[in-house]
C-alpha cells in the first residue's frame, strides 16, 4: 500500500507540486475566474492532456509525435457525433427534407445516416469509442512503425503525414463529416444543457479532475519499470534490446497511452466549447501542443499543465491585441525554448540553486541527451543514466 | 471510372494529366532534392523549407515588378535573371539559418523539426507584413503563356515546360556538384563517414553549411519556377511540406536517384487520380498509399544506408 502511494504520488515534493497543481485548478481558478474565463481555461486544459501524454511518450520515451492531434480529434469527433445525433432528433429538424439527420448531411443531400454513425445513438458506446477509438489506431500506427524500429524524424514525419491526411479525409467529406465547418452546434448531453453556466461549472471540475487523475496515472507508469525502461532506451536504444527487452512493446504501450490521454482531451473538449472541428486535428495544433510541452519542461508532467496554460494565455492575450506579433512571438518561442530553455519552466525551477535545497538530480542529464545523437558519441551523461536504470547492462563496453 | 470515354479520350486525358503531374513533380523534386541533400548529411529535417520555396517566388514577383516599372526592355527576359536571384536570395537566407540557428541542433535531430517549424512561423508571417496576405504573381512575359497544340486533344503549356526545363538543368547540376566535383566528393565523404572525413581533413563544418544553403538555394528556384503555374501567397511554401517529406522518406534518404522516383510516382498518381475523384481524396489516397509502403519497407524504396 505504502508503494503504491509512492508511486502515484512520488517523493514529497512531487506530492506537494501536484497539491499545488490541484489548488491552482479546484479552488484559484474557480473563485477568481468570471465563467467566461473559466470556460477558456477549461478549453486550455484539454490540451494539456495532450501535453501530459507527450511527456510520456516524447519527453520519457524520446517519441516524437507530430500528430497528437489525430487523437484529440478522433476523441473530439466520437463526443461530437453523439452530441449532435442528440442535438437533431426528428422534432427540431423537421424542416430538414430529411428529418432527424444532422443538418450538414441535409445539405449535402444524404438521405440516411450513414453506418458509422448509428452506433453513436448510444452513450455507452460513445463513451467507449472515444477511449478505444484513438487508442486502436495508435496500436496500429505504433505496431506498424516500431516493430520495424522506424525512429525518430522518421516516426516525426509519419505521424505529420496521418495527421495532414486525416485533416484533407475530414475536410473533403463534407456530408459525412462536416466538413471544415465541424460539427456545430452541440446543445445536450443526455438531455442536460451543457451550454448552460451550471454545466460549464461542473464540466471544468470533472474536466480538471480527470488531469490530475492522467497526472497520477502517469507518474505510476513512469516510476515502474516501464518508466525505467523508457528512459534507457531514450539513452540507448540498441543496449535495451541486447538487455533482452522488446524495445518496440514499450513504445508501442506508451504511445497508446499518450493517444488515450489525448482522446480524454478531445472529448472535453468538444463537451466544454461545444463544437468540433478539422482545425484541431491537424498539422498545425498537433505541433503547437508539442511546444506546450516543451515549455513547461518536456520530463515534468506537471509542467506540461503550466506549460499549456502559460503558452495559451500568452496567445489569447497577444492575438487580441497584436495578431501579428503574436506569431513572430509563436516562433520565437519555439526557437528559443529548444536553443535555451530545453528543460522549460521545470528546468529554470529545478535549477542549480534549488537542486540543492531540494536534494533532486538536475534534468539536464534526461533532456540533452536524449536526442539520437547521430553524428557525436554521446556524452558521457547518457552512457551514465542508462546505466543507471538498467543495472543488468555491462558498462562502458559498447564503444 | 473509364465508362464513356473513348480510347484516344483516355489517351489524351493521361497525356495532359501526365503533363500535369510533371508540374507537380517538378516542384516536387526541387524542393525534395535539397531536403534530400541535407537530410542524407546531417540527418535534419528543416520544417522551413517551404518558406524557401516562398522567398523565391517572391523575389521573381519582386523582380517582374522593378523590371515592369524601371526596365521594360527587360521584360522578355527578366525569367531567367529572377530565376538566379530565387537561388542568390534563398542560398544567403538558408547560409545565415544555418550559421545562426540549425549548426546548434545537429546532435538534437527531433529538436531541429521544432526549431524549424518555429523559423517558419517567423518567415510566413514578415512575408504576410512585407507583401500583405492577398497572393500576388509576377507579369509573366509573353512567350511563357499559351500552349503548344500538340494533337487535336492534347495541348501543351508552355509554362510547363519551361518548369520542366528548369528542372531538368539544375536537376543534372545537383549531379554534377555532387558526384564529378571536388565539393560534392567532400559532401559525400560526409555523409558517408564524418569522423573519417574530417581525419581525412576534411572541414565538414563548413561542407554542412553549404550543403544547406545550397538545399535553400535550389527551393528558391523552385520558388520562381512556381510562379509560372501558381500564385504566391505567404503560406504557399508550407502547402507542399508534407507531401516534400514524404517524397525525400519514400525515395530513401541520401538517394539522389530515389528522391527523383519517387517524386515521380507520388505527383502521377495524385494528378491522374485527381482527374477520376475529386482532389483531396486523390491526395488522401496517395498519400495514404505512400505510408502504406513505408510501413513495409522503412527505409524507403531506393535505400543507401544500412539501418541502425
Given at each position: 500500500m505504502i508503494t503504491l502511494t509512492r508511486r502515484l504520488v512520488g517523493s514529497r515534493s512531487d506530492l506537494a507540486a501536484l497539491l499545488v497543481l490541484a489548488a491552482v485548478l479546484l479552488v484559484v481558478m474557480p473563485l477568481t475566474l468570471d465563467i467566461f474565463r473559466l470556460n477558456l481555461v477549461g478549453k486550455?486544459?484539454?490540451?494539456?492532456?495532450?501535453a501530459v501524454g507527450l511527456v510520456l511518450c516524447w519527453g520519457y520515451g524520446g517519441i516524437l509525435s507530430l500528430g497528437q492531434g489525430i487523437f484529440f480529434g478522433l476523441g473530439g469527433y466520437c463526443m461530437a457525433m453523439f452530441l449532435k445525433l442528440e442535438a437533431s432528433d426528428p422534432v427540431t429538424t423537421a424542416i430538414q427534407s430529411t428529418p432527424g439527420i444532422p443538418d450538414f448531411m441535409d445539405w449535402n443531400q444524404l438521405t440516411e445516416l450513414p453506418w458509422f454513425w448509428v452506433p453513436f445513438e448510444s452513450f455507452a458506446f460513445t463513451l467507449f469509442a472515444i477511449l478505444a477509438v484513438p487508442t486502436l489506431f495508435a496500436f496500429l500506427i505504433g505496431v506498424a512503425m516500431f516493430k520495424r524500429r522506424v525512429t525518430g524524424v522518421y516516426f516525426a514525419i509519419i505521424t505529420q503525414s496521418v495527421a495532414a491526411i486525416l485533416t484533407i479525409l475530414i475536410i473533403g467529406q463534407q456530408g459525412l463529416t462536416g466538413g471544415v465547418n465541424g460539427i456545430t452546434d452541440l446543445r445536450t448531453l443526455l438531455g442536460w444543457d451543457i451550454r448552460s453556466d451550471g454545466?460549464?461549472?461542473l464540466l471544468y471540475f470533472l474536466n480538471a479532475a480527470l488531469l490530475l487523475a492522467c497526472i497520477v496515472a502517469g507518474r505510476y507508469i513512469l516510476s515502474g519499470k516501464v518508466g525505467k525502461l523508457l528512459l534507457?532506451?531514450?539513452?540507448?536504444?540498441?543496449?535495451?534490446?541486447?538487455s533482452g527487452y522488446d524495445v518496440s512493446n514499450f513504445k508501442i504501450f506508451v504511445f497508446c497511452v499518450a493517444a488515450l490521454f489525448s482522446a480524454i482531451g478531445g472529448a472535453m473538449f468538444t463537451l466544454q466549447v461545444g463544437f468540433m472541428s478539422p482545425s484541431f486535428v491537424g498539422i498545425v495544433p498537433s505541433i503547437e501542443?508539442?511546444?506546450?510541452?516543451a515549455v513547461g519542461g518536456r520530463v515534468s508532467l506537471i509542467g506540461a499543465v503550466y506549460g499549456t496554460l502559460l503558452v495559451n494565455y500568452g496567445k489569447t492575450a497577444f492575438s487580441e491585441s497584436f495578431p501579428?506579433?503574436?506569431?513572430f512571438l509563436m516562433g520565437a518561442l519555439f526557437i528559443g525554448v529548444v536553443m535555451a530553455f530545453p528543460d522549460g519552466l521545470a528546468g529554470l525551477i529545478r535549477s542549480e540553486r534549488l537542486r540543492r535545497v531540494f536534494g533532486r538530480p538536475p534534468l539536464a542529464a534526461v533532456t540533452r541527451t536524449g536526442a539520437l545523437a547521430a553524428r557525436d558519441p554521446a556524452p558521457p551523461a547518457a552512457s551514465a543514466s542508462a546505466d543507471a536504470a538498467l543495472p543488468h547492462a555491462p558498462t562502458g563496453t559498447d564503444r | 471510372m473509364f465508362e464513356g470515354y473513348t480510347a484516344s479520350e483516355i489517351g489524351a486525358i493521361f497525356a495532359m494529366q501526365g503533363f500535369a503531374g510533371l508540374s507537380l513533380f517538378c516542384v516536387f523534386l526541387l524542393m525534395a532534392l535539397g531536403l534530400a541533400i541535407i537530410f542524407g548529411q546531417m540527418q535534419v529535417i528543416n520544417m522551413a523549407h517551404g518558406e524557401f520555396l516562398t522567398i523565391g517566388a517572391y523575389s521573381t514577383y519582386l523582380m517582374s515588378v522593378v523590371a515592369e516599372k524601371h526596365a521594360p526592355w527587360l521584360m522578355d527576359y527578366y525569367f531567367f535573371l529572377a530565376i538566379a536571384l530565387g537561388f542568390v536570395v534563398a542560398f544567403a537566407i538558408g547560409w545565415l539559418v544555418e550559421f545562426s540557428l540549425i549548426r546548434f541542433l545537429y546532435k538534437r535531430p527531433l529538436d531541429t523539426l521544432l526549431a524549424t517549424w518555429g523559423l517558419s512561423l517567423i518567415m510566413q508571417q514578415g512575408f504576410r507584413s512585407m507583401f500583405g496576405a492577398r497572393e500576388v504573381s509576377p507579369t509573366l512575359p509573353e512567350w511563357l503563356l499559351g500552349s503548344w497544340q500538340l494533337s487535336d486533344t492534347i495541348e501543351i503549356p508552355i509554362n510547363g515546360l519551361l518548369v520542366v526545363g528548369v528542372t531538368a538543368v539544375l536537376t543534372l547540376a545537383v549531379f554534377f556538384l555532387l558526384f564529378r566535383s571536388r565539393w560534392g566528393l567532400k559532401v559525400r565523404a560526409t555523409t558517408q563517414n564524418r569522423v573519417m572525413a574530417e581525419a581525412a581533413g576534411i572541414n565538414t563544418a563548413r561542407v554542412d553549411r553549404n550543403t544547406f544553403a545550397l538545399g535553400c538555394g535550389i527551393a528558391g528556384?523552385?520558388?520562381?519556377v512556381f510562379t509560372t503555374i501558381a500564385s504566391t501567397g505567404p503560406t504557399s511554401g508550407s502547402l507542399y511540406i508534407v507531401d516534400t517529406f514524404l517524397v525525400v522518406v519514400f525515395g530513401?534518404?541520401?538517394?539522389?536517384f530515389g528522391t527523383i522516383a519517387s517524386a515521380f510516382s507520388i505527383a502521377q498518381a495524385q494528378s491522374i487520380l485527381e482527374f477520376f475523384i475529386n482532389g483531396s481524396m486523390a491526395k488522401v489516397i496517395t498519400l495514404a498509399i505512400v505510408i502504406g509502403i513505408l510501413m513495409l519497407r522503412p527505409e524507403g524504396l531506393f535505400a543507401s544506408r544500412v539501418r541502425k
Open positions: 486550455y486544459l484539454t490540451y494539456a492532456f495532450v454545466a460549464k461549472y534507457a532506451l531514450k539513452d540507448k536504444e540498441d543496449r535495451v534490446r541486447f501542443m508539442v511546444i506546450f510541452a501579428e506579433l503574436w506569431l | 528556384v523552385a520558388g520562381a530513401g534518404a541520401a538517394s539522389l
